[in-house]
């Protein structure tokens, strides 16, 4: 399977494109595929596919294409989603809930195992069939339950003291919408997701296109 050297992160990137892809040839029946199809339905190049998956040893063969199960399940691997990973969330509000609403998560790996929030008034409620914690019970929760990741569904306003405290207990991995750079140490993995920065690439896209239109 996958080598020793590090893979770039643009082709990391994109991993979880092709999972996608496969994912939808696999239900659609689609035994195998060449680079070439492939490239034609991801809107990638055939040569940035080879490029990309020869980073783990190809997967393909001359003449063959590529076995879409084989390689969905190897870049599965690669991503670590044939393993499970247990999750929190911080933060019990509209994204919190609707973080814990998603079951497709769980489909993936990512249980989501408690919810934790300052307001005492959601102590003990359920999103699902998963419950809210007070703050208080955060350390103790996380000695006795093996987390891997912790999802920061909070204002920037205490994200950085609440990233901290997480650390502090051993996580090791932070799925950060808090819109703040948490600037922890270097062995924390942190993913931010800003969707409104999606949205602002949207905009510019939006903007582009009509100062196009009134060239024309
Ligand atoms: P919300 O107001 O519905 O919920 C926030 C929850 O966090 C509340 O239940 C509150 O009691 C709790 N909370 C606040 N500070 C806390 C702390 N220090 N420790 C524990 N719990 C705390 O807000 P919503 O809509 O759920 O958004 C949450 C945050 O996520 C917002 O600050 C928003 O800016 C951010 N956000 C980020 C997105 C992204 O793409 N990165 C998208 C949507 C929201």
Redesign the pocket.
């Known amino acids: 399977m996958v080598g020793e050297k590090a893979i770039s992160k643009a082709v990391i990137k994109r991993l979880p494109r092709y999972y996608r892809y496969l994912s939808e040839l696999m239900d659609s029946g689609v035994e195998r595929i060449s680079s070439g199809e492939l490239s034609g339905r991801m809107h990638v190049t055939a040569s940035q596919i080879r490029q990309d998956l020869n980073n783990f040893g190809g997967f393909g063969q001359q003449g063959y294409g590529y076995n879409v199960q084989y390689l969905y399940e190897e870049i599965g691997k690669i991503l670590g989603l044939d393993k499970r990973h247990n999750m929190i969330i ?8 609707a973080l814990a609403n998603y079951e497709n998560f769980e489909a993936r790996g990512f249980v989501t195992k408690a919810i ?4 005492p008034e ?1 102590s003990g409620k359920k999103v699902r069939d998963i419950q809210v914690y007070k ?1 208080e019970e955060l350390e103790g929760f996380l000695a006795n339950n093996e987390i891997e990741i912790a999802a920061l ?7 950085i ?2 990233a901290q405290r997480l650390v502090n207990c051993g996580i090791k991995a932070i799925w950060n ?3 703040t750079d948490l600037n922890l140490p270097k062995d924390v993995m942190v993913e931010n ?4 920065e999606s949205l602002m690439r949207l905009s510019y896209n939006i903007n582009r296109h009509e100062m196009e239109q009134s060239v024309k």
């Open positions: 911080i933060g019990a509000g509209n994204l919190g809930q934790f929030d300052k307001n959601l703050m569904a909070i204002p920037k306003t205490g994200a003291v609440v919408f808090a819109h997701v800003h969707l409104s």
